[in-house]
Every structure is written in structure tokens, then in C-alpha cells.
């Protein structure tokens, strides 16, 4: 079978014109996609800090509104376990420890 180079002309326009559509609706796709993602960041609180961390070990911080960032720090010395539960469940939240002896304490950003 011999194809006539105006029907292949006229595939490729049908293919392309399917691409294109393809492409406006990944387009738009993307534009819905980015504003969902901006309504999901995170906006950290202190309720919210609340709710991560373990009741058992919650009791050993002081959880504070600063800002920009919900600070936790220590009421009182803790088992090096007990730092453990409490690192885990900040970090998974976006917050970061601020290694100052036994001054530090953790700072997670209000918006991720």
C-alpha cells in the first residue's frame, strides 16, 4: 500500500491537533494542581503541635506562639528517649532543633 504524502500530512495534523488538546489539559491540570497545594501547606499552631507530640512526653515542654514559628522548648530535663519521641514527631512537621546547651528547644515555621 503506497500512502499519498497529503494523507500523511493530514495524520500528523490529526495527531498534533490531539496534542494539543492533550497539552491545554495537562496545562490546566497542573494550574489546578498548584492551587490545591497551596490551600494543603501547612500552617503550624500551637493546637497543632499539641496534637503531634505524645501525651506522655508533652508535659516535659513549653509550646509557644513566636511569630513566625511555634516554638517548643523544655520545661525540664528529659531522658535522652524521651528527646527521641519528641524530635521525631516536631521533625515530621517541619520543625528544626536549636542545639544551645540546655537552652535548646525546637522551631517549626508557621507555613511550610
Known amino acids: 500500500m503506497v500512502l ?4 500523511v500530512i493530514r495524520r500528523v ?4 491537533d490531539v496534542l494539543e488538546f ?17 490551600g494543603m501547606r501547612c500552617y503550624a499552631t500551637v493546637e497543632m503541635v499539641r496534637n503531634v ?14 511569630g513566625d514559628y511555634v516554638v517548643v522548648s ?9 528527646f527521641k519521641i519528641i524530635a521525631e514527631a516536631l521533625m515530621k512537621v517541619g520543625g528544626e532543633y536549636i542545639s544551645l546547651g540546655k537552652t535548646g528547644f525546637f522551631r517549626i515555621p508557621k507555613r511550610h
Not at 490546566?28 to 490545591?36: A, C, H
Request: glycine fraction near 2%; hydrophobic fraction near 40%; charge should be negative.
Open 13 to 16: 495534523e490529526g495527531v498534533l
Open 53 to 66: 507530640v505524645p501525651k506522655e512526653v508533652l508535659k516535659a515542654l513549653n509550646l509557644e506562639d513566636s
Open 22 to 38: 492533550a497539552l491545554m489539559d495537562a496545562s490546566v491540570l497542573v494550574d489546578e494542581l498548584k492551587r490545591y497545594a497551596d
Open 74 to 82: 523544655f520545661k525540664r530535663s528529659v531522658k535522652p528517649e524521651d
Open 4 to 7: 499519498d504524502i497529503r494523507d
